[in-house]
């Protein structure tokens, strides 16, 4: 099991940034994939950014402008956001990706409590 602990949320204006942080209670060396997801309201859910080994991925959304990053000696995760907007405005929850056994496909999830990310116009 692992646990993911997000930090860094808050109020900030249009076109301002912020760093997100997701603490894992173990090495993320042995953690598949670490992402951020996140949830507006009357949204789906979304994922925002991944990042596994040395590759990343990112929403078209976001693109250019969000940057997830790793601290393997820390074991901590980071969403660094910059030129945010009013779209934007989510909870943020940060995702622990685990594969168990890759023949027969088996993996598990685990989340944070989510942080709130509000940006005013």
């Known amino acids: 099991q692992v646990q993911v602990v997000e930090s860094g949320g808050g109020l900030v204006q249009a076109v301002g940034s912020l760093r997100l942080s997701c603490a894992a209670s173990?090495?993320?060396?042995?953690?598949?994939?670490m992402g951020w997801y996140r949830h507006a309201p009357g949204k789906q859910r979304e994922l925002v950014a991944a990042?596994?080994?040395?590759?990343?991925n990112y929403a078209d959304s976001v693109k250019g402008r969000f940057t997830i990053s790793r601290d393997n000696a820390k074991n901590t995760v980071y969403l660094q956001m910059n030129s945010l907007k009013p779209e934007d405005t989510a909870v943020y929850y940060c995702?622990?990706?685990?594969?168990?056994?890759?023949?027969?496909?088996?993996?598990?999830?685990?989340w944070g409590q989510g942080t709130q990310v509000t940006v005013s116009s």
């Open positions: 995702n622990a990706h685990l594969i168990r056994s890759f023949s027969s496909g088996t993996y598990e999830d685990y």
């Open positions: 173990r090495s993320i060396f042995s953690i598949n994939a």
């Open positions: 990042i596994s080994g040395g590759s990343t």
